[in-house]
Structure formats: structure tokens, C-alpha cells
């Protein structure tokens, strides 16, 4: 007889199954039946096509190392609208994918604008825009999507550092349109160094306040910078992880009230050893850079793989691990779970080779 | 409480939001056992929390990690895996409740056993046929969304419920409910456009909510006598009664009944969708301000 054929105790302790629970697994077992067939009328699932195809049409020259690119649709049509905050899923001539915040304006539908710091010394995205996209080159993208959502609030105190000014921009500019009592802290290594500061000298002088870490050091403390917020207000904060970390601890001794930053979904990986996982059920090795994790390895084999968090706390990802010594670098599992299970998003192999049960 | 009250129109509402997991931790340790004092009923209604969502979220988890290879829409996709690890942590966060109690000597495991047997035997895998375990797994996809369209109602009403703080209710406790009320909000249409994705015929959508609602309202009544009468400090002496539910809910403590039934049959209107209720701007704004959401490590 299969489980749900046997109830529940009742809940007083009596000898008898719960009866009411009996009807309810009753209900359920019709319920299930009615959905039998089903199947003859349900529509099949279409797949839906998300890419944007995109031209550049203007480059610009914005800073020290920054190129803004001007991105309309390749027909000629409407793009989706998008929210100051919004981001866009960019992917290179080369395959690689970035992410970049949209600086433009919202209420043009007919372009976006990206903007881009050249880092010499970077994994390679920003040094292919740069060097190998010019007027003309198509790109794929992907979104908009919002993980910085600018949300209206009675007051506002915007923190950008360094090429955090992109999120930032139409935030600001939409708070100056909205009259919000709003202020900016815009940092960063020096003037030349520092995007748009030509756009931001159309907007009220008074409420601009700019820091370069030539002047005032690095990073600024949190509050010295919070000292400006405006009673009450929300702080949107986008730069280097030093200042995000600052302004969070200083944040409860200020005026403001609430704290948004944009946060990058997977922190560097550190110490990281080059290794080698071996999938038992598809029957695959797959070799892991000391830079990417062991998930990303797996979704290129299994992109129907559940996980989440991608920071090893929510343990969407825990695998079952065969064989190979774990260097567990979660918050979830407990120590019993850790001995034959992992998660791939964090965690990574103390020798050569482990064996998951994939 | 709130820096601005947003009207429920859903106008200006931010769109496209990504859904990341926060990792948060609540320290139940100054937990009063009637955490809006002196509101017996009203604690152990909102009490019920924590006895259904444990085993429910774990069940929403398994379902939508069977569904991620049907799905064919990476947007769609992203969202599930978000929703996924929201799900997860508010599990975990209402089992320490639970967990806590036990330190109090409160027993609630035959009430919890008979809610795990529900999701993982009578809604749980069954023995069927190929043909018919796709559709069973769609099926269920509809419950979810219908539950999901009532955690968004409690979590908009949580989220707009000042007369508790008026009320002195814990301060944890009350960022706990909002915390995961404005994730419920701004993760409300995920299992909605999942259905939808992978089937979307209005029938099956209000049939599931037609099932689902009257069993969610048995089980919390159920559980509401069952933590009265387990109370301690009650001893079995105080019994719910419907006119405190009413009184209750007239005072804004608990959600009004009318608002309830109405978002129930609001949902089973054909062209119903989640982006048209409720406030995105609200529950961003709650989560950049909740203590256990910007305490939580990134």
C-alpha cells in the first residue's frame, strides 16, 4: 500500500488514524484523477526567444578608460522598456557574458546606453568591448532585468564610486525630475578618471559632491559620506566592495533610514586549485579552472541543474559526493551533511579529482 | 514604519526584478511565548506560519526543481532558481521557530507530522504512469500558484499592518513576517507564470484555487485550536472563538475576511494576473530596511 494510503496519528493521540486527514487524502487521490486526462487538452509549452539583437551606433569617450556604447535594435524597432537600476545581460563576440548597468534614459525606447571602464588587468569582457566592438559590430543581450530596483522614497542619498555611476545616473536624474530632496557622493581615483561628471553639471550644483581618492584617500568612511543623506533617506550605493562594506556599518548612526546596493552575484573565487570532476551518471569529466566554480563546470554539461544562492548558503546545489576529499566553503551544511554531500556553487575539490553523483 | 504608502494599483512598479535568496538569521532567545501581548488568538493565527511553511516550501522546492527541465524560457528559469532559494530560507527561518519552541517545551510535531504527510504523501510522487506524472507535476504547479497568490495577500496585508506595531508585537517576530511578506510580493507571479508557461488553461488554474483555499482555511483553523490548546500559559482554558477572529481583524490586527475571499475570487477571474496586484516599490523599500535583510551577509 503506498504512503498516502495510510494517514496521519490524530492529532489528540487517539488509537485511529486521523480521520479527516483520510478524507483529504481522498480529495487529493480525485483531484489527481481529474487531471488524468488532462494531458489530451494541454497546450505544448513553446519556447520563448529572449535575445536582443543589438547594433552599436555610437561610441563615446567618457573618462579616463570609459567608453559609453549607444545600442539600438538591429530592425530598427522598439526596445523593452527598462527602470533606472536595470541591467543588461550582454554577450561578447567571443561567447563570454557580462553584465552592464543601463545609464541611458528610460524614456528613450529607441536605444540603450551602456557604459564600460577598460581594465587592463580584467578577465577580458571589458578589453573586448574596447578594443574589438566598434560602430556598427553586433551584439547579443539579454534583459532588462532589475537587481538594483529604484524604488520612490521621500529622500534620497546616492553613493557611486568609479564606474558605480552607471546604476546610478538615471536615478539621479529621474529623483531630480521626481523633486525629491536627493544628494550625490560620486567617488573616485581622480577627476579624469570619473565618467559623465558632464552630464552630472546639468543637475543642481548644491546637492553634486565629488571625492577623489587623490584628495580624500581610500577607501572614505561611511560616515563621511552618510553625513549628507537627507532625513530619512533611502541610500542607493553602487562601487567597490570597501565602500558598500563602510556605508553598511555606518548606516545605523546616520539620518538615512534604508540601504540598497548593488550586489554582484558571485564573489571572486579564492585560492581557488584547478580540478578535475568526474559525473558517474552521465558518464562525463569535466575539468574546473582555478577561477570558475564547480557549478558553473556542471550547467555547461546539465543546464537543467537546480541552485540558487550561488554564495554556498541556501543549498540548492547540494550533490551527492562518491568518492574525492570536499573543501567545503558553505555556511549551510552541517558536519554530517558534509561527509558525502556538497555544494557545487562554493565548494571545491581538495585533490585532483572528485566523483559526484550527476 | 514605512517611508511612503503605495496604493495597490501595482502602477510604477519596478519590473524585471532579479530574485536573489537572502541569507538571514533571526535570535529567537527574547521570543515572548504571546508576541502581540496580551493577543492570544492573534499570535498563534499568525502562529500557524510557522507549522505550514516549513513542510510547504520544502514541497514548493522539490516540485519547481522536477519542473526547471520542462521550462523553455531562460528568463522564466532564472526566476524559478531565485524563487527556489527565497523559498528555502524562509523555510529554514520558520522551522527555527519551531525549533525554538521545542526549547520551550512545546510539542507541535503531531500537528507538523500531519502536514508532512499531506505534501510529501497525498501531494507528494505518487505511483503513475509516465503519461500521467507530467500532468500530476503541472497540476500541482497550479496549487502552488494559487498558494502563492494567497502569501501574497497575507504578505501585502503584513507589510500595510501597523496597528501591530501599535500593538507592541516582537520586533523579530514582525520583521521575520514582513521580510518574507515583501519577498512573497516581489516573487508573486514566479509560480503563476510558471503554470502559465507549461500550461495556462484558466480551468485547471481557478480549479486548483477552488481546492486549494478552502483546505488552507481548515488547516489554519485547525492549527489555530491545536497551539491554543498546546499553550502553556492557556493551559486549555481560552478557546478561538470566530467572533475574536472578527473582532481582531476590525482592530487590523489580523487580515480582514473580506479582503481574503475577495483576493480568492480575484484570482480565479480569467484575465487575473500577479504584476496587477500589490506593490513591488513597497516591498523593495521594506527589504532595504528590514534588520534581518541588510544584516544578512553577501
Known amino acids: 500500500m503506498d504512503d498516502y494510503q495510510i494517514p496521519p496519528p490524530d492529532l489528540r493521540g487517539r488509537a485511529h488514524p486521523d480521520r479527516m486527514f483520510r478524507m483529504l487524502g481522498a480529495l487529493i487521490t480525485a483531484f489527481e484523477s481529474l487531471t488524468n486526462c488532462a494531458h489530451l487538452r494541454r497546450p505544448p509549452t513553446q519556447r520563448v526567444d529572449r535575445d536582443l539583437n543589438l547594433v552599436v551606433d555610437e561610441i563615446r569617450v567618457e573618462g579616463q578608460d570609459v567608453r559609453s556604447f549607444r545600442l539600438v535594435a538591429a530592425g530598427g524597432e522598439k526596445l523593452p522598456s527598462w527602470q533606472p537600476g536595470c541591467h543588461l545581460d550582454v554577450l561578447l563576440p567571443t561567447g563570454r557574458r557580462r553584465q552592464y548597468s543601463l545609464c541611458g534614459d528610460p524614456r528613450d525606447r529607441g536605444s540603450y546606453r551602456i557604459a564600460v571602464r577598460r581594465i587592463a588587468a580584467g578577465a577580458g569582457g571589458s578589453r573586448e568591448l574596447h578594443d574589438c566592438v566598434g560602430t556598427g559590430s553586433t551584439l547579443t543581450a539579454r534583459g532588462p532585468r532589475n537587481a538594483f530596483p529604484y524604488v520612490r522614497a521621500g529622500g534620497y542619498l546616492f553613493i557611486a564610486g568609479g564606474i558605480g555611476i552607471t546604476p546610478i545616473l538615471p536615478m539621479v536624474k529621474q529623483a531630480a525630475a521626481d523633486g525629491a530632496p536627493w544628494q550625490l557622493v560620486y567617488t573616485g581615483r581622480s577627476r579624469a578618471s570619473m565618467p559623465f561628471l558632464d552630464e552630472l553639471s546639468e543637475l543642481d550644483p548644491a546637492r553634486v559632491r565629488l571625492r577623489s581618492y587623490d584628495e580624500c584617500g581610500f577607501p572614505p568612511s561611511g560616515s563621511e559620506i552618510l553625513q549628507y543623506a537627507p532625513d530619512r533617506a533611502t541610500v542607493y550605493c553602487c562601487g567597490p566592495a570597501p565602500i558598500i562594506a563602510n556605508v553598511r556599518r555606518d548606516l545605523p548612526d546616520s539620518a538615512a533610514q534604508a540601504l540598497h546596493f548593488e550586489r554582484f552575484t558571485a564573489p571572486p573565487i579564492v585560492d581557488g586549485q584547478p580540478f578535475e570532476i568526474a559525473l558517474t551518471r552521465s558518464n562525463r569529466v569535466l575539468t574546473v579552472p582555478p577561477d570558475r566554480s564547480a557549478l558553473e563546470a556542471i550547467r555547461q554539461q546539465i543546464p537543467d541543474i537546480a541552485y540558487s544562492c550561488r554564495q554556498g548558503f541556501c543549498g540548492t546545489c547540494r550533490t551527492r559526493v562518491i568518492s574525492g576529499e570536499v573543501d567545503h566553503r558553505d555556511r549551510v551544511l552541517t558536519d554530517r551533511e558534509r561527509t558525502d554531500t556538497m555544494t557545487t556553487c562554493v565548494s571545491r575539490s581538495r585533490g585532483d579529482q572528485i566523483v559526484l553523483d550527476l | ?298
Open chain 2, 1 to 298: 514604519m514605512f517611508g511612503h504608502r503605495r496604493n495597490d494599483t501595482g502602477r510604477d512598479n519596478p519590473d524585471n526584478v532579479v530574485l536573489e535568496p537572502r541569507d538571514v538569521t533571526f535570535d529567537w532567545a527574547d521570543l515572548p511565548t504571546h508576541w502581540v501581548p496580551d493577543e492570544p488568538l492573534v499570535t498563534h493565527t499568525c502562529n500557524v506560519l510557522h507549522l505550514l511553511l516549513p513542510a510547504g516550501e520544502r514541497w514548493f522546492v522539490d516540485l519547481f526543481t522536477q519542473a526547471i527541465p520542462l521550462i523553455k524560457d531562460d528568463k522564466l528559469r532564472e526566476d524559478v532558481l531565485g524563487f527556489i532559494g527565497q523559498e528555502t530560507i524562509h523555510a529554514r527561518s520558520h522551522q527555527g521557530v519551531l525549533d525554538h519552541w521545542k526549547t520551550w517545551g512545546i510539542d507541535t510535531d503531531p500537528y507538523v507530522a500531519q502536514i508532512e504527510w499531506m505534501f510529501r504523501a497525498t501531494l507528494g510522487e505518487r505511483d503513475l504512469p509516465a503519461t500521467r506524472r507530467e500532468e500530476w507535476l503541472i497540476e500541482r504547479l497550479a496549487i502552488i500558484a494559487a498558494i502563492e497568490h494567497i502569501t501574497a495577500t497575507l504578505g501585502n496585508w503584513v507589510l500595510n499592518s501597523p496597528a501591530l506595531d501599535a500593538a507592541q508585537a516582537d520586533p523579530t517576530m514582525l520583521d521575520l513576517l514582513r521580510w518574507h511578506g515583501a519577498e512573497e510580493v516581489v516573487h508573486r507571479a514566479v509560480a503563476f507564470d510558471l503554470f502559465t508557461h507549461l500550461d495556462g488553461r484558466y480551468l485547471p488554474r481557478a480549479r486548483a484555487m477552488l481546492i486549494t483555499a478552502p483546505i488552507m482555511l481548515w488547516l489554519w483553523v485547525r492549527g489555530v485550536v491545536f497551539l491554543m490548546r498546546t499553550d502553556p500559559k492557556l493551559g486549555g482554558r481560552v478557546k478561538p472563538r470566530w467572533r475574536h477572529f472578527f473582532r481582531a481583524s476590525r482592530r487590523h490586527l489580523l487580515p480582514p475576511a473580506h479582503q481574503l475571499v475577495g483576493q480568492t475570487l480575484n484570482y480565479c477571474r480569467p484575465f487575473y494576473h500577479p504584476s496587477k496586484e500589490f506593490s513591488t516599490d513597497q516591498a523593495v523599500a521594506y527589504l532595504a530596511s528590514s534588520p534581518a535583510a541588510t544584516a544578512a551577509a553577501v
